[in-house]
């Protein structure tokens, strides 16, 4: 899973915030039989992003991975 495409196929995105919630949302889409790592292929520009993005966006995947 590409982070590149999460938030080209989310425009509405406004903040960080509401990407991680997306990136939890979509990690939930995913089959279980299927293995999708986040791969954090871009830095989200959004101001409130915060220092260590990358780390709490693979939590929000792993929790949406958790919750399929």
Do not use: Y
């Amino acid at each position: 899973m590409l982070l590149s495409q999460v938030i080209r196929d989310n425009p509405s995105l406004t903040d960080f915030w509401a990407l991680e919630r997306c990136v939890s949302a979509e990690a939930r889409k995913i089959p279980q039989e299927t293995s999708a790592p986040l791969t954090c292929d871009v830095e989200p520009e959004f101001r409130c992003t915060p220092r260590k993005w990358d780390l709490i966006l693979s939590a929000a995947h792993e929790r949406g991975l958790r919750a399929r």
